[in-house]
């Protein structure tokens, strides 16, 4: 909303959480929320991180540069990676059924019923 209010026409803005992390530090952060949400029979989620060794150039971490929305526009992230990241995995929790949806494809089937071309 701020970049409708406030934004300039045909500006981009990188909107980011400010919180830069490694991808194993979210994977971790994942698990431990997991185990504490919806925690294993046996073991701990992090027993099933593995290694590979098939992507010797893949990325260590993903980053965004807020920088501008922040000086332009005065726009702050509400939410702490550690509390937006908590209310993702407990929403994607608490839907199973549209997980479920997502998987298997049948949210195709809505999007065709309200998005079709008439």
Sequence with gaps: MRVLDAGRAGETYNIGGLNERTNIEVVR?????LDELRPRVHGRYADQIVFVTDRAGHDRRYAIDASKIT????????????????KTVAWYLENGDWVRHVKDGSYREWIDLNYART
């Design 29 to 33: 952060t994942l698990c431990g929320l």
């Design 71 to 86: 000086s332009e526009l005065g726009w702050t992230p509400k939410e702490s990676f550690e509390t937006g990241i908590r």
